[in-house]
């Protein structure tokens, strides 16, 4: 038995494979997506997503979304996702500093705009960590 694990972001769709298991990180913690898992319908989290396929085991960075588990299809409406090996470290890096910077400067925010670039800090710093990982 497999599964069916679709990634999509607004700008296009980052991952489609037949998987054995994905594990999703969610508002909650993480969850274990498995071959005949029940219907769910959960909040994504800023983290690291696995996917496992045979012997070899991918990792995405995720952004916020929603996860939809129907029968042996996995859908991860996600605001951003990346495969490792797409990150750019130095970009993610320099982005990371502008959005700080722009957060430690800012004496009068909108609330919406400083939640957004507080976002773009966490998703850098899963970036960060997934690429990091190995070395």
Known sequence: MSLTLEIVTPEAKVYSDTIDSVV?????????????HIPLLTQVAHGE???????????????????????????????????????DEAAVEA?????????????????????????LVRYAGVQLALKRRKS
Do not use: Y
């Open 49 to 87: 997503l696995r996917v496992s396929k045979g012997t070899e085991t991918t990792f995405l960075a995720v952004s916020g979304g929603f996860a939809e588990i129907e029968g042996d299809t996995v859908r991860v409406l996600a605001e951003s996702a990346i495969t490792e090996e797409k990150i």
């Open 95 to 119: 982005a990371m500093k502008r959005a700080e910077q722009e957060i430690a400067n800012a004496k009068t925010m909108d609330p919406q705009e400083l939640e957004h670039l507080q976002s």
């Open 24 to 36: 999703i990180p969610t508002v909650e913690g993480e969850i274990g997506i498995l071959p005949g």
